[in-house]
């Protein structure tokens, strides 16, 4: 019964967030605490937190999502639109760039897999990981098939 119910509050929420983006102004930013509402829900449910660990847990784990979300904005910047306007160099320097970035981005995912040990069991460790992947994708495809949503093809985002 637990379990049904979770499950209806997380697709009750998934399943509103696509009507946040148009109420107006702060649409974006409504989604967007909709969408990491849902991930909480989520995520406390396939690794079945407790009350207690779930206390200890999430700062951690906000801070780990928050200097994530700021490698990956970075990372953003490097993209470029029209890379033959670029010179060799600079091809080669924003390539630098990225691979240094994706490897602390490794190191980032390292460092907290030592932490969430201290807070989890090493099976709910595991599972976090898997949960964000499974998140992850579910929110893709939701966007992808709602109307309106990006077309589904090569580069889009798109999980089939």
């Not at 970075?74 to 490897?103: C, F, G, I, P, Y």
């Amino acid at each position: 019964m637990k379990f049904l119910l979770r499950s209806l509050l997380l697709l009750c929420l998934l399943a509103t967030f696509p009507a946040a983006a148009q109420s107006g102004p702060g649409g974006r930013q409504g989604r967007m605490s909709q969408i990491e509402n849902a991930k909480i829900a989520y995520i406390t449910e396939k690794i079945s937190l407790t009350q207690d660990q779930a206390q200890r847990f999430w700062p951690v784990y906000n801070e780990y999502s928050a200097k994530r979300r700021e490698l990956y904005h970075t990372m953003r910047k490097l993209r470029v639109d029209d890379e033959s306007a670029l010179t060799d160099a600079q091809v080669k320097e924003n390539l630098t760039k990225a691979l240094a970035l994706r490897q602390q981005e490794v190191d980032l995912e390292k460092d907290y897999f030592n932490k969430f040990q201290k807070l989890l069991s090493i099976r709910q460790v595991g599972k976090l990981f898997q949960a964000e992947r499974q998140f992850t994708k579910e929110v893709l495809r939701r966007v992808a098939d709602r109307p309106g949503g990006p077309p589904a093809g090569p580069g889009t985002g798109a999980i089939n």
